[in-house]
Nanobody
Framework: QLRLVESGGGLVHPGGSLRLSCAAS???????VGWFRQAPGKEREVVSC????????YYTDFAKRRFTISRDNTGDAVYLQMDSLRPEDTAVYYC?????????????????????WGQGIQVTVSS
């Protein structure tokens, strides 16, 4: 069974950086792993994703040029390096994963309703 555990969150000043980690025990070689976030009063949104099958990546517009997703060679961890953080990046960040291929579609981002989820971790950007 897939188990995801996020770490690396916390409080940072505007313009600062954080590196989130998602430890993924039970993950096989071909998974779609994504970072999502949910701010108070807002819907959950995708931030960035990576496929462990072919290392394809996806970034939503606000993450481009500021955030970088990567994974280690073992496939047991996925990282989100966040630079130039802004107050509007404040949210609970979640790691999610699903199989890369469901028999019909190939995924870079895990479909939310079929993914396994971590417990989430708070990121606060404030002066």
């Amino acid at each position: 069974q897939l188990r995801l555990v996020e770490s690396g969150g916390g409080l940072v000043h505007p313009g600062g950086s954080l590196r989130l980690s998602c430890a993924a025990s039970g993950i096989s070689a071909k998974y779609a792993v994504g970072w999502f976030r949910q701010a108070p009063g807002k819907e959950r949104e995708v931030v960035s994703c990576i496929s462990t099958a072919d290392d394809s990546t996806y970034y939503t517009d606000f993450a481009k040029r500021r955030f970088t997703i990567s994974r280690d060679n073992t496939g047991d961890a996925v990282y989100l390096q966040m630079d130039s953080l802004r107050p509007e990046d404040t949210a609970v960040y979640y790691c999610a994963a699903s199989p890369w291929h469901d028999g019909t579609w190939y995924y870079t981002c895990p479909p939310a309703d079929h993914a396994s989820w971590g417990q989430g971790i708070q990121v606060t950007v404030s002066s």
